[in-house]
């Protein structure tokens, strides 16, 4: 079983999958936690590229490219070989944030960064994924208050960039309503890994 995370920044879904991981381990199955961009070396490094602040004139197709570049290794690397041996992955992002920050945020089309993925994934999709909704305000005021966070070159886009890829994530669920569960995110933390845990607790049920 292949579960995502996605949402906004600081919407504080590395904490909930830390504390799921662990709920599906004492439930008795293997888990690997992953995350995008990074996981394996070679993505890490395609990573620090992305995410540096100084490169501040990346290209959005350039930047579209590393993301999957950085996944493809990813996949082939370390999740497929994880459900080959019949693990639960968790990857913290995955294919969807790509089509929200890329596709829909940076304006170069859903549909385009979708087929572009295609490729790279060879048509691998999540079997479920985990929407954390929050207002952007909340989120970059999260962020902002933890001096734990690193803020790295996507934080640094304004309100207007995190509003699209808010809307990106909205109009995914809407369309992938079999596929996509949102969390309200703006809640306690003990009530969003309550709510998180009543999804992927009953969907492990049933594998
Ligand atoms: P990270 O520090 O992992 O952020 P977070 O804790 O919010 O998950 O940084 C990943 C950044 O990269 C984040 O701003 C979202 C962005 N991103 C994309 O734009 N496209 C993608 O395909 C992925 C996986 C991430």
Sequence with gaps: M??????GEGSGKSTVIRE?????????????VTREPGGTPISEKIRDVILDR???????RTEALLYAASRRQHVVEKIIPALKEGKVVIS?????????????????????VYELNMFATGGLEPDLTLFFDLAPEEGMERIEANPNREINRLDLEGMPFHQKVR???????RENPHRIVKIDASKPLEEVISAAWAVVGNRLRYR
């Design 54 to 60: 100084s490169s501040g004139e990346m290209d959005a």
């Design 20 to 32: 799921l991981a662990k709920r599906i381990e004492e439930a008795g199955r293997e888990v690997v």
């Design 167 to 173: 809307l990106g994530f909205e109009t995914l669920a």
């Design 2 to 7: 292949f579960i995502t995370f996605e949402g």
């Design 92 to 112: 913290d992002r995955y294919l969807d944030s790509s089509l929200a920050y890329q596709g829909m945020a940076r304006g170069l089309g859903m549909a385009e």
